[in-house]
């Protein structure tokens, strides 16, 4: 079964408009990365959180990993047209280091 | 280009005929992953390699499915007859050992399509 749980699967903003988008895991995880997937492209490496609580920042984008290391979030402020994409979380398990487990993805679709 | 590559990008194929693909990691990467990913999905896990050793392989996996690294460079991902629901994209991600992070980068992929 889906190992990883992740809402919502959409999201149409207009530029400028904020933008969320929560993974959400059955079992604790050692580790969290986070990817974009642009249409037609393949997944490509945005962060890893590690620690509990942990919060990174990149630009307009802010990553949380949740203290008990079973939820995290993507937050893009001001969204612009370049943020099209899916978005994905992947956990790692201690028990299965080595193996991503992702969730299903938000679809963002940012109108001009 | 320095980044990983797959072969071939695009596949069609008949019910129950044999495929093999190939995935060429980026140099000094001990690690190499392949994954399967349909639309609207997520990439679903399928096998990983440390160098030449394959460490797991999904319990979702059939008999069908083999993926080999001889000799810890070069993959590849074979499906033997092929069923119709084997249709999807097949991405490869490799990843170094040796750093606190474990990034994956991510191939093209190959696309397969059974008719």
């Known amino acids: 079964g889906q190992q990883v749980m992740q809402i919502p699967q959409y999201q149409h903003v207009q530029e400028g408009e904020d933008f969320t988008t929560y993974c959400n895991s059955s079992t604790t995880l050692s580790n969290i990365q986070w990817y974009k997937q642009r249409p037609g492209g393949h997944p490509v490496f945005l962060i890893q959180?590690?620690?509990?609580?942990e919060v990174k920042k990149q630009k307009r984008l802010t990553f949380q990993f949740g203290e008990a290391k079973k939820n995290s979030s993507l937050h893009i402020t001001a969204t612009q047209t370049t943020d099209v994409g899916t978005y994905f979380c992947?956990?790692?398990?201690?028990?299965?280091?080595?193996?991503?487990?992702f969730g299903r993805g938000t679809q963002l679709t940012v109108w001009p | 280009d320095t980044g990983v590559s797959q072969n071939p990008r695009h596949k069609i194929t008949k019910r129950g005929q044999n495929v093999t693909f190939r995935c060429d990691p980026i140099s000094e990467h001990n690690r190499l992953y392949w994954y399967r990913q349909t639309l609207g999905q997520g990439p679903e896990f399928l096998t990983y390699?440390?160098?030449?050793?394959?460490?797991?392989k999904s319990r979702l996996l059939s008999d069908r499915f083999s993926a080999e690294r001889p000799k810890g460079s070069f993959s590849t991902l074979e499906i033997q007859r092929t069923e119709q629901g084997d249709s999807a994209m097949y991405l490869c991600a490799s990843s170094p050992l040796d750093r606190g992070t474990y990034e994956q980068y991510f191939g093209p992929g190959t696309r397969l399509t059974v008719t």
């Open positions: 390699f440390q160098n030449e050793a394959q460490l797991e």
């Open positions: 959180l590690v620690k509990s609580g």
């Open positions: 992947a956990g790692e398990r201690g028990s299965t280091l080595g193996r991503l487990y």
